[in-house]
């Protein structure tokens, strides 16, 4: 008999066999992010949940979070307000959230103003609160913000109008994002410059940094603080949004940044890490994943991230 005509005879029972054994052990589920408490994740300035329900403001991430077993929610709140505004309108979706699913805390994730707007409510509501992380967040302040307060100071006529635009592009953001909460850009301006950065963190200071670019309590109040954040500027030749970051970059002088973000102003609770190859948008897997080559996956991150708080019980 032929070595072909052999294995033809012998070739489909042992896939039969395999399907069989397939079919009595299945794969195991992947359980890698499988957090304790559900996840939600909270934009940043000018961000959305997603536009028109098609695209997300936090690209792919969602969906590689829920594939490894986690409840991933995200949030949404005003394009351009205070952090305090912004806090409340969390809260309130969290207790919705509580209402619906019977939750009783949350592991909040937040990009840039979201991480001070995520730190508000871990601070006056605790009993929502697991773990507060934030990406890219300026906890003291963006030399962005204090350039555009200095160049539209108060009593210019300039500001008004200025910030007039600035809501209406906020207010686009909102329409095709399905919110139509007012905006204020002046107020948000004040939240992330670094005078009023310097206001907040005395008003809620659990995970503060006990230097200028240390780390700060791990811990408070039982809710766990983490940070991590980029320092690159221009990672892809495709991104046509790297030219923004890249003009953001030079008011920081020679200190590392996302082009936004200084490397320091993004530590608060425990740093995880400072110096991922990322610009502020990379942190989200924006613009469509557009990033360096060699570069973290930020997917492959948030869901190690996610199993570091898995791994802690949260």
Not at 2 to 30: Q, T, V
Not at 72 to 92: F, K, M, Y
């Amino acid at each position: 008999m032929s070595r072909l005509r052999l294995g033809r005879l012998l070739g489909a029972p042992l896939l039969w066999a395999g399907l069989l054994l397939a079919s009595a052990f299945p794969a195991a589920a992947d359980d890698y992010t499988k957090t304790r408490y559900p996840v939600v994740l909270v934009h940043g300035l000018f961000g959305f949940d997603s536009i028109a329900g098609v695209y997300g403001y936090w690209f792919g991430i969602p969906q590689a979070l829920s594939s490894g077993g986690a409840k991933v929610h995200v949030a949404q709140v005003t394009a351009a307000q205070s952090n305090e505004v912004r806090g409340e309108e969390l809260i309130d979706q969290l207790e919705t959230l509580q209402a619906l699913h019977g939750y009783s805390k949350f592991n909040l994730i937040g990009h840039s103003q979201g991480g001070p707007t995520a730190r508000y409510v871990a601070a006056v509501r605790p009993d929502l609160v697991a773990s507060m992380t934030s990406i890219g967040s300026p906890h003291a302040g963006s030399k962005v913000a204090d350039f555009v307060g200095t160049a539209l100071p108060e009593g210019s006529p300039l500001r008004p109008l200025v910030a007039s635009f600035v809501n209406a592009f906020a207010d686009l953001i909102g329409l095709v994002s399905g919110s139509n909460t007012p905006q204020d850009s002046l107020a948000a301006l004040k939240a992330l410059d670094s005078a009023g950065s310097a206001r907040f963190n005395a008003r809620y200071p659990q995970g503060k940094p006990s230097t200028a670019c240390g780390a700060g309590a791990a811990k408070v109040n039982g809710i766990g603080y983490y940070s991590m954040g980029g320092t690159s500027r221009s990672t892809n030749v495709f991104d046509g949004s790297d030219v923004a970051m890249v003009a953001g970059g030079l008011l920081f002088g020679g200190e590392a940044n996302d082009g936004l973000v200084g490397r320091c102003s993004s530590h608060w609770g425990q740093v995880l890490r400072d110096d991922y190859d990322w610009n502020h948008l990379d942190e989200v897997n924006q613009i469509a994943g557009l990033r360096g080559v060699f570069s973290s996956s930020p997917t492959s991150v948030y869901r190690a991230h996610l199993n570091r708080l898995k791994n802690a019980g949260l």
